[in-house]
């Protein structure tokens, strides 16, 4: 295995608790590529040792999300261990995405939290057209398979939904690339909750969510989910703050579902972060 990249500690924010409970978190936003300060902070006012990473667009860092080293999690996870008795990833869409395909190859990981997730690794993003396509990810210096996403499609709108384009892209991809690329959630070892809105105008992470509580449960492992069917993409945690949904795509959901879609979900998150 290659040897993990050094993180940057300008890519780096620490949120420390002044009583802290043991339990580490690792937050990883999502297509924004922010370090998401915020969610660290609040974290941190629980007793929980969070750390924010920036993974792409930083120090050293591919400048959008493709072919990011799982390294660059697996090594901010040994930062937080070297202060916590046990930790936690938790990530939002692109974030989630890389929280559960770090927790398949880091047994040390003892949950996972997946707010908007996806089944599936998906094609990384590429910087001009006429690139071929790419792993949004990779591990010991090697691509993790991926579903790739149908250049060909069109919104239907003027403002998007990029739902459309991954629905398009699993049926179009065939069984077997489609079976290659979905993410091996049962080999997480530690507990997962997952976080989803039926409205996601995003992409899939309602349907994603249900497909991995079947793979856990088939290979008798739990999961906690928590659907709201009128919520869209984002989740806001109880005393975070809301997001501007003014956004050129449409994220779905209906008025207040981030809030809500996250206090659903604040009961089982405390309850992993084991915070009473």
């Known amino acids: 295995m290659e040897r993990p990249l050094t993180v940057a500690a300008s890519d780096l924010h620490w949120a420390r608790p002044a009583t802290a409970r043991g339990t580490g978190v690792l937050v990883l936003a999502g297509s924004s590529g ?7 902070e609040l974290l941190a006012s629980y007793g929980v040792t969070a750390l924010a990473l920036r993974w792409f667009g930083g120090e050293g860092q591919p ?6 080293p799982l390294e660059t999690f697996t090594e901010a996870l040994d ?22 395909l770090t927790a398949c190859v880091a047994p040390r990981v003892d949950a996972v939290v997946a707010l908007a997730p996806t089944d599936v690794a998906w094609e990384g993003q590429a910087e001009h057209d006429d690139d071929p396509p790419r792993s949004k990810w990779t591990w010991a210096g090697h691509p993790v398979p991926f579903v790739p996403l149908d250049r060909a499609w069109q919104s239907s709108s003027v403002r998007p939904s990029y739902v459309e384009l991954y629905e398009r892209s699993l049926a179009l991809a065939g069984a077997d690339v489609v079976s290659a690329g979905t993410i091996p959630v049962e080999e997480i070892r530690g507990d997962v909750v997952l976080v989803a809105g039926g409205d996601d105008r995003v992409w899939p992470s309602s349907a994603s969510a249900e497909r991995i509580a079947q793979r856990r449960a088939a290979a008798g492992l739990t999961v906690t989910s928590i659907l709201d069917p009128a919520a869209g993409h984002p989740v806001v945690l109880p005393g975070e703050s809301a997001p501007d949904l003014r956004r050129p795509y449409d994220v779905g959901g209906d008025e207040g579902a981030p809030q809500r879609l996250g206090s659903l979900a604040w009961p089982a998150v405390r309850r992993l972060l084991r915070l009473g």
């Open 79 to 100: 930062l937080l261990l070297a202060e916590c008795d046990r930790v936690v990833l938790m990530g939002l869409s692109y974030g989630a995405e890389a929280a559960l």
């Open 34 to 40: 922010r370090v998401d300060v915020g969610r660290a």
């Open 63 to 68: 400048p959008v999300p493709r072919e990011v």
